[in-house]
């Protein structure tokens, strides 16, 4: 085993068995936080260098070197105020974020010493720092523009957007459909990813800026509409990002027990404790991403007897970065490639499914072998994708399931902006979604200043 593989298998949470997945035990953090003397001890091992390729491979271009220097010299507070001057949600993105593919892959250390500098922890360690100590917010507002702003979606992009846009001067009202802010970081993360209601403190931490308001219950195309807006605000921002779930097509596909993935997660992240979420006995997930993962593994944890996720290709086309895919594998979950699904077994309630082996043919398509097996289940999780809801979208062109945007990221539309995983701008990350609403917000203000010239 390299010094990579045993430092993956010790994040993943090896140590969670069979016996503890049925307590709320099973949902404890991911990644435990670092001591000060971890993370001075850390810090130690960057090589701050110039022009650092980790700075590059962070889409929201946070000054890496310099905020791990300033924890080196016992100044956490001041590495916090240089990640979030960049990515105001750097909290959850420090949880959250795959940095194996993204900062911690591009760290020179990986060639040195075959393991990264932990980025990831770092940010973390100092952010929470800051948090902890309940201080005036680390921003202020510039002087008021009198000009106001709709934001539609309180998830990453909408929230960062919002402070931006606070920050710059503009007032700002965020209608939300949900009960909550925080969008996926509040809905549709991994609980274990998420501990100790950190999603809601990050929310309440970024509102500190002032000038940014909330109306929950207000969803697009229900309760409010694009065109009003349009002629009540100054400039617009969606950040609606993919409500609805991709289907399988499959019959019985509406029957009990055969769920969204990204719905399950949600209500879970909703229930506590934990252990009084219902799961089944054998369950079934469906896909190749993050959240396919989130599902398997978390059902495993509720005490599900076994998981098993299907995937239509090999590993190394999933979209899952490889920790996660070996997280899933560390807690017992059975991952079975080159299947895809093809019915939905079911006598009164739901048996199981039918799976088709795959393969490819000499062109490269995926095919079917015409070999068939079957898994039994209880339950059934799609995590196949998700896709924009068409609701109130009117004037905003749309191509591949995505809102169109050009480089000031405006869309069709004139006046109404757009960010998040809604637009094609990046993977659908959170720390890009950040990215998307901070641009946004800058966007928005030049486009004020030049409508008010």
Same mark, same amino acid.
């Given at each position: 085993m390299t010094i990579l593989q045993a430092k993956q298998a010790q994040k993943s949470g090896a140590n969670h068995s069979v016996a503890d997945s049925h307590t709320d035990d099973g949902f404890s953090d991911l990644h435990p936080a670092y001591s000060t003397l971890q993370a001075m001890a850390e810090s130690n091992r960057c090589l701050y260098c110039y022009d650092a390729p980790c700075v590059t491979a962070c889409p929201t271009s946070i000054d890496i070197p310099s905020f791990i220097r300033k924890i080196s010299t016992a100044n956490p507070d001041g590495a916090a105020k240089t990640i979030l001057s960049a990515n105001i949600m750097g909290g959850t993105c420090a949880?959250?974020?795959?940095?194996?593919?993204?900062?911690?892959?591009?760290?020179v250390r990986n060639v040195a010493e075959d393991t990264a500098v932990e980025i990831g922890s770092l940010q973390r360690f100092a952010v929470d720092h800051l948090m902890a100590r309940d201080l005036p917010h680390p921003f202020k507002r510039a002087?008021?523009?009198?000009?106001q702003i709709a934001i539609i979606g309180a998830g990453p992009a909408g929230l960062s957007c919002a402070h931006r846009a606070a920050m710059l001067g503009h007032d700002v009202t965020v209608f939300e459909a949900k009960a909550k802010p925080g969008g996926? !970081?509040?809905?549709?993360? @991994? $609980?274990y990813k998420m501990t100790d209601d950190f999603a809601q403190r990050e929310v309440e931490f970024l509102l500190g800026i002032g000038g940014i308001?909330?109306?929950?219950?207000k969803a697009l195309g229900r309760d409010i509409n694009l065109q009003a807006l349009k002629d009540s605000y100054d400039a617009v921002f969606v950040g609606v990002g993919l409500g609805a779930t991709n289907n399988l097509g499959l019959k019985g596909e509406e029957f009990p027990g055969v769920d969204d993935a990204i719905k399950f997660i949600e209500q879970l992240r909703q229930t506590e404790p934990k252990s009084d979420m219902p799961v089944g006995n054998n369950v079934i997930v469906i896909g190749?991403? !993050?959240?396919?993962?989130? @599902? $398997?593994?978390q059902a495993k944890r509720l005490g599900a007897g076994e998981v098993t996720l299907v995937y239509r290709r090999g590993p190394e086309n999933m979209s899952?970065?490889?920790f996660e895919q070996d997280l899933a594998k560390t807690n017992g979950v059975i991952v079975r490639y080159w299947a895809k699904p093809v019915a939905i077994k079911a006598n009164g309630k739901l048996m199981g499914m039918s799976f088709e082996k795959?393969?490819?043919d000499a062109s490269g398509k995926l095919v079917g072998t015409g070999e068939t097996f079957d898994v039994p289940a209880d339950q059934i999780l799609k995590a196949i994708g998700q896709k924009i809801k068409p609701d109130d979208l009117a004037g905003m062109e749309i191509t591949g399931g995505k809102i169109i945007v050009d480089d000031t990221y405006q869309t069709t539309a004139p006046g109404v902006f757009a960010g998040g995983d809604c637009i094609k701008s990046g993977e659908d990350l959170t720390v890009q979604s950040v990215e998307d609403g901070k641009q946004a917000a800058i966007a928005i203000d030049a486009f004020l200043k030049t409508a008010s010239a």
């Open positions: 949880r959250a974020c795959p940095t194996e593919v993204l900062c911690e892959e591009a760290c002087p008021e523009t009198g000009k996926l !970081n509040e809905y549709g993360l @991994a $609980a308001r909330i109306e929950y219950g190749g991403g !993050n959240t396919a993962i989130d @599902a $398997a593994v899952a970065t490889e795959t393969e490819l």
